[in-house]
């Protein structure tokens, strides 16, 4: 599944594919492949969050690998 958001000024910014969610996943983690300002990226976050019913946390682009302990 691949996450495209429109930005206000239009533009599209593609965040990388998400794969391998399970339906019992309670958190969603998406990678970001550009930077978006904090407040922005809450906004996304929080209506991703109230669309999916899922919590969503979007990564900025220098984090390459998530690591679940």
């Given at each position: 599944m691949k996450l495209l958001i429109e930005q206000d000024d239009g533009s599209i910014v593609e965040l990388k594919e998400l794969v391998?969610?399970?339906d019992a996943a309670n958190v969603l983690i998406a990678l970001s492949t550009h930077h978006l300002r904090s407040?922005?990226?809450m906004r996304i976050e929080e209506e991703m969050t109230r669309i999916t019913g899922k919590r969503w946390v979007i990564l900025p682009p220098f984090i390459g690998k998530i690591v679940g302990i």
């Open positions: 391998g969610v399970d407040d922005y990226r």
